[in-house]
């Protein structure tokens, strides 16, 4: 756990209320620019790349209410529209050892696009390989080498666990015991937002 400064930690271990900040731009940004049919990538320049990146692919409504992760995932459905519009708007999807090849290489006219999935969950076999399969496009998977090894946690699902059945969590931080009272919606939000950092 990393020191913080006194004062840093969330409002609601002070018995105060800090507003909630769930981040979604990412997929707000490509969801804008399909909607609309103006490719924010367009003018990204003669063979500017364009990573996708750490992307987790689920079926919507697969999950519960509390998902302090929703803005790193996408519907199946979306990634299909993605794929279609990069493919409309020309853009070439390659491979990761295409992409470096290209970074390095003279600048062509062809615009290109990478795709990567972070943790190699179930979702990526079930959710999103059927879509880049019947689209044809490479992607990249990075999978933390710990976990096929048997020994890697992943906390942030355990964390989350945690936070989504309880109402009021005590952790030892920095040698002090601080109580969160986590009853509602926007304090479980705030207090993972805290402990992911």
């Known amino acids: ?9 969330p409002a609601a271990s002070r018995g105060e209320t800090l507003p909630s900040e769930v981040s979604f731009l990412a ?6 620019a399909y909607l609309s049919g103006v490719p924010w990538l367009r003018d990204a ?3 500017a790349p364009a990573w996708f990146c750490g992307l987790n692919v689920c079926a919507r409504g697969a999950r519960r209410g509390f998902q302090p992760l929703k803005s790193r ?3 199946p ?6 794929i279609r519009a990069l493919k409309r708007w020309k853009f070439d999807v390659v491979s990761m050892d295409e992409a470096c090849r290209r970074a390095v290489t003279l600048a062509s006219r062809r615009r290109f696009v990478c795709l990567t999935f972070d943790g190699g969950y179930k979702d990526l076999v079930t959710a999103a390989y059927p879509v880049l399969s019947r689209h044809g496009v490479p992607f990249t998977v990075y999978v933390p080498t710990a976990f096929p090894d048997g020994v890697g946690e992943a906390w ?3 964390l989350e666990e945690v936070i989504v059945r309880e ?9 002090t015991e601080r109580h969160f009272n986590i ?12 402990l992911e950092n």
């Open 27 to 32: 997929s707000l940004r490509l969801e804008l």
């Open 167 to 175: 109402n009021r969590l005590s952790l030892v931080m920095d040698r």
């Open 73 to 75: 995932e996408i519907t």
């Open 77 to 82: 459905k979306f990634l299909d529209r993605t």
């Open 156 to 158: 942030w699902l355990a």
């Open 45 to 47: 320049g003669p063979a």
């Open 183 to 194: 009853g509602n919606a926007s304090e479980k939000y705030q207090l993972y937002q805290f």
């Open 1 to 9: 756990m990393t020191t913080r400064p006194r004062g840093a930690e």
